[in-house]
């Protein structure tokens, strides 16, 4: 509620530090002898406005995050908070529901020990408003008095108009690259946990997995944390199977659709091929689970396997094979799309056919780019969940039979965490190790391939 | 100065020749029916001002201009009085007697050594690699970059400075022992140290295959070249002896071009 209001007077705030400004800077052109100015009164405006509003966002949003932590310790400070519980989940309750009373967000209270703070909330909360009203006023007004006594006839608004503008890109992209340190960070911390229980050596070379959420948490059972058929898995599903499908028929697609396809047949046939990757990949899942494994099992018996699974690696490998096409053809298309056309003349030229100008120049010249398409389908595909949660089982099989059921890590990542196990049991905080290694493994593919797209760009450049 | 072979435009035979030929980009008209000789033993200069249709017609020499969509050709261009433009002719074989040199050096990012056996690896024209290693080494003998490279034949030909690309490029085409080679502006990018040891090869090459080079400068049609074909809105305005192209022009348009007074 009071955010809203510290935004909406932010933004007033700021529309009239915009007028005066740019009614002061039509004054300056009135008053020059030629009617120019360094700037034109619409910079002049801006730069005061931005100077307004920016400062008062920004205090906005720290006051929101941490005014309530300053009313609660208000209130933990007035005598009547005095006959509180020392702490735990009675003193939690006691206090949120004596504030949702206070703020209006429930109509009564059901603990009688809560009625008497509620009044005590009410008036921190009423302080601590009137406080951050004051406090927003003022930064707003000596930002704005700061900004627009910097305003003269040929003060450049209009370049400090544009820095203004790149240092708030610059923090729109940053947000993106933060969030991934924070994700980082919080997988860290539980990983150490995890690993304070399970010894990392055991998780990454141990060869059997089957925690138990339900045991003792203080007797961790290190050897039943063995990760390695899970890696196995994902590889096999991922890496290999996936791969074997998708790497023929994604190239085979971006020659037919580079090199042969007339271009109104390119017109329709490259955006179907994109629509496959937009398609959800639970949707990929229901395929995986309710045709195509069947379909495997029942061919796999009619070729006189005995009692085969019906959740096998080869119906989830498959499936995200058709899924990662996209993916590489898209990059092997650029990449072959981007060797100049004066290779493929000199070789045509030379009197090779098309396929042989293909096989034997456009290919090889474009293969690093095709590689990284390739890694970054890997990783894509090792990182997908969806589709082998529907599809593959959660038995962790170390074997090289694809009709066999296997399991990925993104499986018993789910496993684990909606797991019956606590928050801290050692089965729990598994998924976060498994995440862990995850990440870094996939972080680890998308470096490399983008390292070398880009090496491989400045060759043609 | 390079020296006249034959001296009789009449007495030379016509290696290829070209019919009433006009090419279209869409409804554009890019050459408007030119007709034109090219003799066996000489180098033929297309001049004229950008524009003018000179590489677009160069192209439809070897069919380079089909693959292009929108192009299309009308007319005869003979090979050793063979219509290139028959449908039943292998376009393949044609390339392999007809070689391209382009405008922008384009080795293939291969070894300098794969760059020249590309040819001679597709068309069969090596039994193993004793014959393979000589036909590299005479390529780049006749190129005259055997002595530059002949150490670091590994090496990649992108590697190589614009002017030894280029000299590469021919290489590459001599290496299928073509019959023409069309080189379409070959020293356009080069400077003018690479651009002289280009036009010295043409020189030396001229008398074994025939060569017909797209040029914008008139002194290098004049230094290379015993031919000279006047381009100008897609036909041919003037064509005969370089001297006399150069020093004695017949039409108007030519004396104004060669003079710089427009193009």
Not at chain 1, 39 to 44: C, E, R
Not at chain 1, 234 to 256: D, E, H, N, R
Not at chain 1, 299 to 312: D, F, I, L, R, Y
Not at chain 2, 57 to 79: K, P, W
Request: aromatic share 8%.
């Amino acid at each position: 509620m009071s955010a809203t209001i510290l935004l909406l007077l932010a933004l007033g705030l700021g529309l009239a530090g915009w007028l005066a400004a740019r009614a002061r800077a039509w004054a300056f052109r009135r008053q020059s002898d030629d009617g120019r100015l360094g700037s034109l009164p619409n910079y002049h405006a801006w730069y005061v406005a931005l100077w307004i509003v920016i400062p008062t966002l920004a205090f906005a949003l720290v006051w929101t995050a941490i005014a309530p932590g300053l009313i609660t310790q208000s209130v933990l400070g007035t005598p009547e908070a005095s006959s509180l519980p020392a702490f735990g989940f009675e003193r939690t309750n006691i206090l949120n529901e004596a504030r949702a009373v206070a703020t209006g967000n429930a109509m009564g209270v059901f603990n009688p020990a809560a009625e008497g703070l509620v009044q005590p909330y009410r008036s921190a909360i009423q302080r601590y408003s009137i406080i951050g009203l004051i406090v927003t006023l003022l930064i707003a007004f000596a930002g704005g008095a700061f900004a627009f006594l910097r305003l003269k006839p040929d003060f450049a608004a209009r370049n400090r108009v544009e820095r203004i503008v790149m240092a708030i890109l610059l923090v729109a992209s940053l947000v993106a690259i933060l969030t991934t340190v924070g994700i980082f960070a919080s997988l860290i911390f539980e990983t150490v946990r995890f690993f304070g229980m399970v010894s990392p050596l055991d998780f990454l070379f141990g060869t059997h997995w089957s925690p138990d959420p339900m045991a003792n948490p203080d007797n961790p059972q290190s050897d039943r944390y063995g990760a390695i058929p899970l890696f196995w898995g994902t590889i096999y599903i991922g890496a290999i199977i996936a791969m074997i499908v998708a790497i023929p028929l994604g190239l085979m697609s971006a020659i037919y659709l580079t090199q042969y396809a007339n271009p109104k047949l390119r017109a329709w046939i490259k955006p179907a091929l994109e629509v496959l990757a937009g398609v959800p990949t639970v949707v990929y899942g229901y395929f995986a689970a309710l045709t195509i494994a069947p379909a495997i099992r029942d061919a796999a018996a009619a070729m006189g396997v005995s009692n085969p699974s019906s959740e096998s690696a080869l119906a989830a490998g498959l499936v995200m094979g058709v899924m990662i096409i996209p993916f590489v053809s898209s990059m092997a298309d650029d990449s072959i799309a981007a060797v100049p056309q004066a290779m493929r003349d000199g070789s045509l030229a030379m009197g090779a056919t098309t396929n042989e100008t293909i096989s034997r120049v456009l290919v090889p010249a474009a293969l690093p780019g095709i590689v990284a398409g390739v890694m970054l389908a890997i990783s894509r595909a090792i990182g997908e969940t969806m589709i082998v949660v529907m599809a593959a089982s959660t038995a962790a099989n170390l074997t090289g039979n694809p009709l066999e059921s296997m399991t990925t890590v993104t499986v018993q990542i789910v496993a684990m965490l909606t797991g019956e196990g606590s928050f801290d049991h050692p089965a729990t905080l598994s998924a976060f190790a498994l995440g862990f290694v995850l990440f870094l493994v996939t972080l680890a593919l998308n470096f490399f391939a983008l390292r070398v797209v880009k090496r491989y760009r400045e060759a043609y450049e | 100065m390079v020296t006249l072979v034959h001296d009789n435009l009449e007495q030379t035979d016509a290696k290829m020749s070209a019919r009433d030929v006009s090419v279209y980009y869409g409804s554009k008209k890019a050459i408007d029916e030119v007709s034109i000789d090219i003799p066996t033993d000489y180098v033929t200069a297309f001049i004229g001002p950008s524009g003018c249709g000179k590489s677009t017609f160069l192209r439809t020499m070897n069919r380079m201009n089909d693959t292009i969509a929108s192009a299309r050709v009308e007319g005869e261009i003979e090979l050793d009085g063979q219509n290139i433009y028959n449908p039943k002719l292998d376009v393949v074989q044609l390339r392999a007697r007809v070689g391209m040199v382009f405008q922008k050096p384009n080795p293939f990012p291969k070894s300098i050594y794969e760059n020249i056996a590309y040819g001679p690896k597709i068309h069969g024209l090596a039994d193993g690699k004793t014959e393979l290693d000589e036909i590299v080494e005479r390529s780049l003998t006749r190129a005259g970059l055997w002595n530059e490279v002949k150490d670091r034949l590994d090496d990649s030909g992108t590697a190589l400075s614009g002017g030894q690309q280029q000299r590469l490029c021919i290489a590459r085409a001599i290496a299928v022992d073509p019959e023409v080679i069309l080189m379409d502006e070959p020293c356009s990018a080069l400077d003018p140290i690479a651009t002289a040891k280009i036009e010295e090869l043409i020189s030396e090459l001229h008398g074994r295959y025939a060569i017909v080079i797209v040029t914008h400068s008139m002194q290098q049609a004049a230094r290379v070249s015993q031919r000279t074909a006047f381009f100008h809105l897609g036909k041919i305005v003037e064509y005969g002896r370089t001297s006399d192209i150069f020093t004695n022009p017949k039409e108007q348009k030519t004396q104004d071009y060669i003079t710089g007074r427009y193009g």
